[in-house]
């Protein structure tokens, strides 16, 4: 049970938007802490997507944005592409745990 | 270039010991905090271990007691000992380098596979 938590799947069609959802606690994202975005191809190293709740690091196409509300938070990614097809995990710190935080992954299928 | 690489996996049988290690370069392991995390068979991402630039060290509950982590500044080298292994150890295991206040991951090595099992 990871102590963020995501939708074990999600799929949409090329060009359709999708949303990957985090719910997190007060101790995590809710006591303020950012959140950051990974997308990970198996079998390859985890690429940071994005961080501090909203921000791309350089080479990330726009197509992926991030937003936080209260314990929550979400990656979007629109116009979406074969190569989207991964998985996706959202990453916090937790006060409570004194450490770092994942969810559980997202598979996102792209049909 | 910055570049973090992995070592030190293998298979071993449960109860026994071994130790990774991530080799740094572009950056001093001092300047930074540096983090294990790891990804069981079929299962998602977990945070292991971090070292502060200061030096200190945090480790998860479910690693705590057996797994240490570590750094050699003349080598510009993390460290991650791993003791009394449990077959719920076997994983593929990342260095990573980890923002000191944002707490992001920005930067990843391969891994390196620990198998555990009799």
């Known amino acids: 049970q990871s102590v963020l938590t995501q939708p074990p799947s999600v799929s949409g069609a090329p060009g359709q938007r999708v949303t990957i959802s985090c719910t997190g606690s007060s101790s995590n994202i809710g006591a303020g802490f950012d959140v950051h975005w990974y997308q990970h191809f198996p079998g390859t190293t985890p690429k940071l997507l994005i961080y501090g709740n909203t921000n791309r690091p350089s080479g990330v196409p726009d197509r992926f944005s991030g937003s936080k509300s209260g314990t929550s938070a979400s990656l979007a990614i629109t116009g979406l592409q074969a190569e989207d097809e991964a998985d996706y995990y959202c990453?916090?710190?937790?006060?409570?745990?004194?450490?770092?935080?994942f969810g559980g992954g997202t598979k996102l299928t792209v049909l | 270039e910055v570049q973090l690489v992995e070592n030190g996996g293998g298979l071993i049988q449960p109860g026994g010991s071994l130790r990774l290690s991530c080799a740094v370069s572009g950056f001093s392991v001092t300047s930074t905090y540096m983090s294990w995390v790891r990804q069981a068979p079929g299962k998602g991402l977990e945070w292991v271990s971090v070292i502060y630039s200061g030096g200190s060290t945090y480790h998860a509950d479910s690693v705590k007691g057996r797994l240490t982590i570590s750094r050699d500044t003349s080598k510009n080298t993390v460290y991650l000992q791993m003791n009394s292994l449990r077959v719920e150890d076997t994983a593929v295991y990342y260095c990573a380098r980890t923002h000191d206040y944002k707490y992001y991951m920005d930067v990843w090595g391969n891994g390196t596979t620990v198998t555990v099992a009799s």
């Open positions: 990453q916090s710190y937790d006060r409570s745990l004194s450490g770092w935080v």
